[in-house]
Nanobody, 123 residues
Framework: QVQLVESGGGLVQAGGSLRLSCAVS????????MGWFRQAPGKDREFVAA????????YYADSVKDRFTISRDNAKNTVCLQMNSLKSEDTAVYYC????????????????WGQGTQVTVSS
């Protein structure tokens, strides 16, 4: 059973940075395409970023492009999301997820999910 555990969330001022990590266990990270999603209060879960299993392709939501960077270390079974120039609208619970479907942009395609980590950006 694949398990994902996020860490690194917290409270940060607007303009600041945070680095989220996702530790993967119970499976081989290189078998999965990985994504980050977020859900703000009262809103639907939305796509943030994704990376193909060997890291050759990356995808970003327009709202985070040029500010967030997804990375992965298959040897360490870890996926990270570096978030810079944070804005108040980035406040949400951030989830790490894994898929083998080949469709990286849609949350319904992801089979495994972490429990989420809260990111709060104060203005």
């Amino acid at each position: 059973q694949v398990q994902l555990v996020e860490s690194g969330g917290g409270l940060v001022q607007a303009g600041g940075s945070l680095r989220l990590s996702c530790a993967v266990s119970g499976g081989t990270l290189s078998s999965y395409d990985m994504g980050w999603f977020r859900q703000a209060p009262g809103k639907d879960r939305e796509f943030v970023a994704a990376m193909s299993r060997r890291g050759e392709d990356t995808y970003y939501a327009d709202s985070v492009k040029d500010r967030f960077t997804i990375s992965r270390d298959n040897a360490k079974n870890t996926v990270c999301l570096q978030m810079n120039s944070l804005k108040s609208e980035d406040t949400a619970v951030y989830y790490c997820a894994a898929t083998t479907s080949g469709l990286l942009l849609w949350s319904d395609e992801y089979k495994y999910w972490g429990q989420g980590t809260q990111v709060t950006v104060s203005s």
